[in-house]
């Protein structure tokens, strides 16, 4: 998506944060730098520029190596260190529980704490690998992060208009949170599945042709399902209607 993309600049904080994470290891098993590679993975499929894709790269090394935030600038500049030091901070906050219901001050907090939008893309990234490998974590351990993914970073992207993400967190949350609701939401739709898929498909058919008979020959129209977590806030709400 960015031909004259500095690559160079990409491959030396690959090969940095490669180097200072060398012999960590994760929850499960498999090496640390494998966070940071999908991490700017993410980062690259929203289509963000090299600094960013850099910063993704490097977004660990000053909390979790002997990398210190003046080498980071020393070696990438002033850009991306303050990018890296944004990230830093923002994953030095303490959410404390979900009972103190800090969510809306916490999120005030991280766009006051971070001057470059580019600094939440990061943490978003970040936020979103590691929920989908949560499943390697102690069950206490996954409900906390997946609630505090509900509460706080699910909201964050779908502020940011990142609603792919924003799905993507909600349902993964749901799954941590509660289990039993989540699996039986899935097993329930995996059953209808190829006859929700052709329903959306004729409705398209549907009104795609009204279009077109209104002059509208250019037109295209998209559909998708709801995702699981929408489904269970929905079904939370017809059961509270139901009972008032």
Known sequence: YHPNADTALIEKAYRFS??????????????????????AFIIAELQLDTTTVATALLHDTVE????????IEAEFGP???????????ISQISFQTS???????????????????RVILVKLADRTHNMRT?????????????????DIYAPLANRL???????????????YTKPEIYYKLVAQVNKKLNERDQY????????????????YHNARVSGRPKHFYSIHKTMEKK????HV
Do not use: W
């Open 79 to 89: 850009e991306i260190a303050a990018l890296v030091d944004g990230v830093t901070k």
């Open 134 to 150: 949560l499943q390697h974590l102690r069950p206490d351990k996954q409900a906390r992060i997946a609630q505090e993914t509900l």
């Open 161 to 175: 208009g990142l609603s792919a993400m924003k799905r993507e967190l909600e349902d993964l949350s749901l799954r």
């Open 200 to 215: 959306t498909q004729d409705v398209l058919a549907m009104i795609e042709g009204a279009l077109h008979e209104h002059g």
């Open 18 to 39: 490669e180097t200072v994470h060398q012999g960590q290891k994760r929850s499960s098993g498999e090496s640390y730098f494998h966070h940071p590679i999908e991490v």
């Open 99 to 117: 009972e103190e219901k800090q969510a809306e001050n916490f999120r005030k907090m991280v766009f006051a704490m971070a001057k470059d939008l």
């Open 239 to 242: 059961i509270g209607r139901a």
């Open 64 to 71: 979790d190596t002997v990398a210190t935030l003046e080498q």
